[in-house]
Every structure is written in C-alpha cells, then in structure tokens.
C-alpha cells in the first residue's frame, strides 16, 4: 500500500501495532508481536485520493466508522482492514493530543513510512488501551523507552508511561524516570 501512495505523492505512515513491530525488529525480530490491521496515519484531504489509489488494488472503503476502513473488496472484514486515521486531528474527543502530523515518519527497512517513535509512544499512552499498554510494554523490553525518550513525553501522560514500566513484567533492570 505504501509504494502505491508514495507512487501518487500521498504522504502517510504506519502507526499503531504494525508501527510497534517495527520499531521492535529494529532492537529484536523474535519479539515482533503480529497484528492483523494496519492503521495508517493520513491528511483527511487526501482520503479521496487514497480511495483512488487503493481501489485499484482491490480495496474498498466503508464507513465503518469515520475515518474510513479500506478492505479488501473479496473479504471485506474491518478488524482485517486498513484503519485511517488523520493527521493532526484528536482520534477521540478525550484523547489529550492530536495524532501527530503524518510528515512526523521514517523509512523502514521495509520501505514503509513509519511514525517516528516518540510520536508513536505519545499515541499509545494517549489512547491507553490494554493493547496499547501491551505495545508499549513490548518497546520497554527492547530497550526503546528508556529515560531519554521518558524525558521528552508530555508530563500528563507520564503518570501513564510510569504505570507501564511499573506493572510489566521485568527480566532487567526497568529505566528509571
């Protein structure tokens, strides 16, 4: 999907679980956790044309919720889909921050853009689900968040970053912050 939207000038980037794997093979490729969406991080004036692009493809959209879902048009399942999410919006009313701008990502080894990994922690302790947690456990034990990146997380969420590091499980000495 990525080399079809960077073949059509749409700028995006990974995000969520598949931005985690990623950013955990860079450290450990045996403890890539497998996810079976893809959230992808758009400017919602793009959408259309990622419409354009994907449908080729096979891909259809559906307004699951919005955002759209894209999935594939011969097994249109939407916890299988590609899940948009946009660009400098807040993702739920509550949530304390924006996702952050789609620009904020770096080339993968695989080709993708991925969001960079900061933004990413920012995204994960914004929505705070139990999965998130999970991800953000998965960056601890790899060595990702350390007390250099703690240290450049909002202070509102830090509480919740803290609350991570404190419940996990620990082979090592956990980073303090």
Do not use: C
Request: charge should be negative; aromatic fraction near 6%.
């Amino acid at each position: 999907m990525s080399s079809a939207l960077d073949g059509a000038g749409i700028p995006d980037a990974v995000i969520e679980g598949n931005a985690a794997a990623t950013w955990v093979a860079t450290r450990d490729a045996v403890a890539v956790r497998a996810t079976k969406d893809l959230d992808v991080l758009l400017r919602r004036n793009d959408i259309e044309r990622v419409e354009g692009v994907l449908a080729p493809l096979g891909f259809i959209s559906a307004d699951v919720k919005a955002p759209p879902v894209f999935m594939e048009a011969s097994d249109p399942l939407p916890n299988q889909g590609i899940h948009v999410i946009v660009s400098n919006e807040k993702v739920r009313a509550h949530s304390h921050f924006a996702a952050p701008d789609v620009q904020a990502a770096l080339r993968s080894r695989s080709g993708d853009m991925v969001v960079e990994l900061l933004p990413l922690v920012i995204m994960k302790l914004n929505a705070f689900r139990r999965h998130d947690q999970v991800y953000l456990e998965d960056l601890f034990r790899v060595g990702l968040i350390d007390a250099k990146l703690a240290a450049q997380v909002p202070s509102v969420l830090l509480g919740r970053l803290r609350h991570v590091r404190d419940t996990m499980e620990w082979f090592t000495e956990p980073p303090k912050f």
